[in-house]
């Protein structure tokens, strides 16, 4: 897959960083990839990168607008249509990681046929798969997982990746989701794939390799979610890790957008993790927490690394602060 | 859904009665709704039903030949298409529980084309789903999980059904394989629904109720599955079952088909099952094990009933044999 960039990201009229997840992944790992976003006006917010219309982006060598938001359900509301339609209209391909296939709507269809653009869905895939087979491969597997969605499964892979890549380790990170696919350039969104297949498609995903390379897989869901859960367990499960990394934001108590839904204790977390991945890998260990500790002040992050250590055994990091050296250096270990 | 009937069978040419446990489940609980059965040269499997050539059938007056036969994967294999060719030439419309869509085939769309007759593709839905939201409906609802696939799921969920409409109280088989929606005449075979909406269309499949309505959920996988764990727990999750009815196998010691794959101790899938559940119904209990006991003597089978009952206090049954009788009770007594 080879994306037209640069972008204009484009991030409708979300409110909560949470659901411009994509937006704000492609501005951190692909710096030079974006010239400016692009918001409705409800939208409360912003990437930090300038406003720019569609017009103005193409001026500055955008090549598409991509569709940097990912609301409950993955669909696109009739009301960002018109935007759409204008960004093909200033000669932008339109690039989108959405459940709603860019091709499904008749006003978009028209409007790309009439200006020659291009649209291109990276959650959909024409490939097709094979059910699991449970077949043990070689080489190293850690697979980020967590205790709710959209707290740096992503971020959290990407630099244990970067870290043991600049160790001189052999590793790749095996993007799951489509941020991660238009980051990495390659990989596919596996929880477009029809549930039955889920697993293989987590095989085909993390395939046989040297035995010392490491794939470094992007966690999807968590098995907490009444929502996604069954993608978690299917890329668990297809995956095979030997390792697991627990993703925490320590300032959540439910999971987010569903309120009734308490955020597990980590013990708690760990223990279904490991028991659910035996099944395919009676080794599996859980090697570290990475936490988000984006909010806390720095006493209390202090003292919560403080306890988790303690409680847990692990080593405990915030790959964005911290990188993720220890968390390597436990791997070298293994 | 109103499927033409009655049938012919068609077995292609499978070796293992699991791997009929369509045609098996069609002539067990439809036992009106067939004339007879079509064998290629190879299959070592039979319903005991007439071996009748399409056009026997016809005559016999089946308005369809069903595809009685789940190969892992779900697909067609090609040599089975002169086949289905030959039934639509009779006369015969098809039925497909199958994952290959009978439209995909060229040579089967043409034949049907032809002759006028349809193609009925019970596993593909065109409706869409939303994810699931964890929401607590009103109503009852049990749920039947397995240490494996194919051993009785289905089965068991139909003779608790049965049993409970015989004594009067509110009750609805719900189907989520291609069998059931076959015998229930609705339903949804839910491992074709994309894994980012499968709990939410376990929602979908039974919703809000009377209080003293008990939804009967076939269950489909198995969480010790190494291919499709995914669409056992979505299930799990969006039906947030109050009860289940653990389905297991006593002669079986590995996976089937899975020769690595051991299966569980039965308190540790008890333990995992309730504890997956209990993310969205904290009072999930689990009130009886369903044996298939078809390959025991008499006093094996009573060793293994005092075995279980004394090692779980649970009710252990064998829906086949002995109806659900103590199991209904259990569950009135809740």
Chains 1, 2 share one sequence.
Request: hydrophobic content about 40%; proline content about 7%.
């Amino acid at each position: 897959m080879n994306l037209p960039q640069p972008y204009l990201l484009f991030l409708g009229d979300v409110h909560g960083d949470t659901y411009a997840k994509t937006a704000f992944g492609i501005r951190d790992w692909m710096p030079d990839a974006v010239v400016g976003q692009l918001r409705l006006p409800d939208c409360t917010v912003t990437t930090g990168l300038p406003d720019l219309t569609p017009a103005q982006a193409a001026q500055q060598g955008a090549r598409a607008m991509l569709l940097g938001v990912a609301p409950v359900g993955g669909a696109i509301p009739p009301h960002w249509i018109p935007a759409m339609i204008a960004a093909l209209e200033a000669g932008l391909d339109l690039v989108s990681g959405l459940h709603t296939r860019l091709g499904s709507i008749p006003e978009v269809v028209a409007a790309a046929e009439r200006t020659g653009r291009r649209l291109l869905d990276v959650r959909h895939t024409d490939r097709s798969f094979e059910p699991g087979t449970g077949v043990k491969r070689a080489g190293k597997r850690l697979l980020t997982v967590g205790t709710d969605c959209a707290l740096g499964k992503k971020y959290t892979a990407l630099v244990i990746a970067r870290e043991l890549q600049r160790r001189g380790r052999k590793v790749t990170f095996r993007a799951t989701g489509q941020t991660g696919v238009m980051i990495a350039g390659t990989g596919l969104a596996i929880d477009a794939v029809v549930a039955d297949f889920v697993s293989g498609a987590a095989e085909w995903l993390s395939p046989a390799n040297d035995a010392d390379h490491w794939d470094v897989i992007e966690g999807q869901g968590s098995l907490f979610h009444p929502a996604y859960a069954a993608v978690t367990l299917g890329l668990l499960h297809g995956s095979q890790p030997d390792a697991i990394v627990l993703c925490h934001d320590p300032t959540r108590r439910t999971i987010m957008g569903w309120p009734d839904y308490p955020i597990p204790d980590l013990n708690d977390a760990i223990d279904l993790y490991l028991r659910n991945g035996r099944v395919t890998n009676p080794q599996i260990r859980c090697v570290g927490i990475s936490l988000n500790t984006s909010k806390l002040d720095d006493e209390t992050r202090a003292r919560t690394y403080r306890d988790l250590r303690s409680r847990l055994d692990l080593p405990v990091f915030d790959p964005i602060r911290d990188g993720a050296g220890e968390l390597a250096d436990a791997l070298e270990r293994l």
